[in-house]
């Protein structure tokens, strides 16, 4: 891994599919691609924190937002 090198994250699920891009650097990583509206899970690790994208969450009927909160979890 280089300084400035940049990864692409491509989780998925039956007919579904993220992607987020990260850039390397000398303060750890970035997430290039984080949409403002779109809920994170917040991963503290070792005393930092790694913002993944959650699952968008809408209503059947009206199509409105259920799940909007980002929320953290701390890992080991």
Wanted: charged share 20%; aromatic share 10%.
């Amino acid at each position: 891994m280089k300084t400035n090198q940049s990864f692409a994250w491509n989780p998925t699920i039956t007919g579904t599919k993220v992607e987020e891009t990260i850039i390397v650097n000398e303060k750890g990583f970035e997430v290039l691609t984080k949409s403002p509206n779109w809920p994170m899970i917040i991963v503290n690790l070792n005393g930092k924190k790694y913002p993944q994208p959650s699952i968008l969450i809408r209503d059947n009927e009206s199509f409105g937002l259920i799940q909007t909160q980002d929320y953290e979890i701390n890992a080991e």
